[in-house]
């Protein structure tokens, strides 16, 4: 948990920050799975994020995801990073497609998501809409969650909180490859942000700031 005390939340100024609960991560079709690189803690995650997305809906807030895309080139090939390449030599040519099956967020979360961004790295934020969204919807907290906790979740935790935003982490709402790594990322994420789990999140959008 974090060591700092934990704010009121007015849900209709608040966001959930889905990132990266995708078909071609998590689907036993998509490009993870073919490659034999899906996380299983990963798997249990869509039930339990599209429950809080259900509720912070229904309490006013804003859902957003993040998909993460590989674009193609001129020729078709995807654009894919060295570093990313080097880790994952499986991903080819329609895998995390703009538009495609497997770059569409699993089907569990996406009746509740109300703005989704198409992101090339690991932040949600890196050059996407998502800040101008967020401002324009007059949003001042998010709670983040998603894959994998020491990636684009961390990531995107550490911008959100550099944009001054009162950031949450739901502890239960993600995931990483290793259940070690996963309580690392979060408890250096507690430096800059709130660590709570997705009950008490719910919880809490139940009993708002007036």
Known sequence: MSSHTMHNITPSKTALIIVDLQNDFLAPTGAYARGGAVSA?????????????????AAGGLVAASQFTLWPNAQ????????????RPFLRRGDFAPGSTGQANV??????????????????????????????????TVAVCGIVTNGGVASTVRDAHMREFHTL??????????????????????????????????????NPKP
């Not at 250096?188 to 719910?202: E, Y």
């Open 169 to 206: 982490v739901l502890s239960d709402g993600c995931a990483a490859f290793k259940p070690e790594v996963h309580q690392a990322a979060l408890a250096d994420m507690g430096t800059v942000a709130d660590v709570l789990s997705c009950d008490d999140f719910i919880t809490s959008l139940q």
């Open 76 to 87: 078709g090939e995807p654009m894919i990073a060295p570093h990313l390449l080097a880790l």
């Open 107 to 140: 089907a569990e979360i996406a009746p509740w998501v109300d703005v989704a961004v198409s992101k090339v790295a690991y932040s949600a934020f890196f050059n996407t809409q998502l800040d101008w969204v967020l401002r324009h919807a007059h949003i001042d």
């Open 41 to 57: 803690p990963a798997l249990a995650l869509p039930p339990r994020v599209a429950r809080v997305a259900q509720a912070l809906k």
